[in-house]
């Protein structure tokens, strides 16, 4: 199962459906509600986010909480409408 984190542009972190990370911490097993595919979570990405310019960056992360995909909004300072979807390097 996935699992989406925020992230807003002071780098705080956000699991949907779980608590708020510290910049800094490790993403919690177990925590926030699960996923099925990539795809779900960029559809969810595009309709729930949609003029919430707070979050510039989301990542897709597995159980482990290793990240799987990462989103990145385009525009002026990251509050663009657009998102490009990059695997990790």
Known sequence: MLRLLYVSVRGHK???????????A???AGVGIPFISVDQIERLVLRELRGLGVYWQVQIV???GTV??????????G???????????
Do not use: K
């Open 68 to 77: 799987v995909r990462r989103g990145f909004r385009s525009g002026y300072n």
């Open 14 to 24: 956000c699991l949907h459906g779980g608590p708020s990370l510290d910049a800094d």
């Open 26 to 28: 490790d993403v919690p």
């Open 79 to 89: 509050t663009g409408e657009h998102w490009t979807w990059r695997d990790p390097s």
């Open 62 to 64: 597995d159980e482990a």
